[in-house]
Structures are given as structure tokens and as C-alpha cells.
């Protein structure tokens, strides 16, 4: 059955991530957390934000392209999703920050005495690094074994000590966000500066929606059993 408008108004943050191309895009750039607190629904979310219910599915709908390839992760094998996790996400978190951290000591280093210059990012990004590198290798080498084997059911204590560390990498997320003026270069800005606010938004981007198949696609099947 086609779900009505009412149907997709009553839908959780969660389930029309999962399920409509361009969903995350969406809340994403409105600022509505569809990751760490994807179960609320898209009503309350808009009240919240002071916004129309209908004008955000419209826009989900424009912001869905015909060609685009839109997987969906709430129906394939739990294996196939972590393999997925996995490879989309651990291995490219890994290929992102070094040169992302690289590029802001640059920039703090070269630019320090200007007014807009980024202070105190680079110590961030370290910070983020670290806490982030510790949180996937938890999960590469105590949960996701736990969740091949079958074992979702039991894995209720771990799955909830990493949904308590993506708060943290949430806020790790809005920190980074205000250190780097929303990813909005200066007039000033030299060519590293504009890139490294470009891959900070991507590593943003990616890293919410890594959160997101994770909390409420990944974590809610295994605990299924």
C-alpha cells in the first residue's frame, strides 16, 4: 500500500531516512537530528523547528533524483549491512581524518593572527580522531562479531554503550560545526581553508549517516534476533 502524506507526517526521522532517497539530505541541511534521535517523528521534529510537515516531504521528494541509486539497507542480510558499515564508513573515516587534521593545523598554523582563523579546531578534530578510532574498533572486534554469529539478541549491553558514544560524536559533530563557522569560508580563505571546510562537511555528512544505519536500521534488526 502507497503511504498517504498523513502516513509519512506520522513517520519517525528514522524511517524516512531509511527508506526515501534525499530524506537525510533533507533534515540534514534543516539541522534536524535524524541520527542520534531519529525515533521522533517528523510532526514533533518540525514543530520543534517551527516548520510544515508537508513542505519538508515536498522537499524530500525534489531532493530525491530519478537516477539516483538509493540502497535499502532495512532489507538486506544483517551481514550485508555491517559489510557495508564496514567498508563505506570505518574504512573511509580512517581515509579522511589524517588529511582533514593535516590540513587544519595548516590553517590554524598560517592563519593564526587573522580574526576568523579557526582556533582550537585542529585540537578538536585530533580529539575526534582518537574517540572515534577507539569506537570502531569496539564494534570491529566485540560487537559485529556478536552480530554475525547470530547473537544479536544477547548484544543488548554493548549496542548500548556505542548509541551512548554516538551522543558523544554528535556533539563532538556540533563542536566541530561552531570551531569551523558552519563550514562557511572567509572572503580570506586560501585554498587549503576552503578544502578543509569542504571535507569537514562531507565528514559530517558521512559520519551522521554512519550513526544513523547504525542506530536505527542496524542495532534495532540485531536486537530482533
Known sequence: MIPTT???????????????AGAARV??????DFCCHGQIGLSEACAAFGLEPAVVL??????????????????EPL???IDHVLARYHELHRRQLPGLLEMAQKVERVHAKKESAPRGLAAHLAHMAEELEIHMQKEERIL??????????MAAAPIQAMEHEHEDHGKNLAR?????????????ACGTWRALYLGLAELESDLMQHIHLENNVLFPRALRG
Open 6 to 20: 498523513s502516513d509519512l507526517e506520522r513517520a519517525s526521522l528514522a524511517e524516512l531516512a531509511a527508506t526515501r
Open 27 to 32: 533534515f540534514q541541511r534543516l539541522g534536524i
Open 58 to 75: 515536498s522537499d524530500i521528494a525534489a531532493e530525491s533524483h530519478p537516477d539516483e541509486r538509493f540502497e535499502r539497507w532495512d532489507l
Open 79 to 81: 551481514p550485508a549491512l
Open 144 to 153: 559485529f562479531p556478536l552480530l554475525r554469529a547470530g547473537r544479536g539478541a
Open 176 to 188: 566541530l560545526r561552531a570551531l569551523a563557522h558552519d563550514f562557511h569560508a572567509p572572503a580570506e
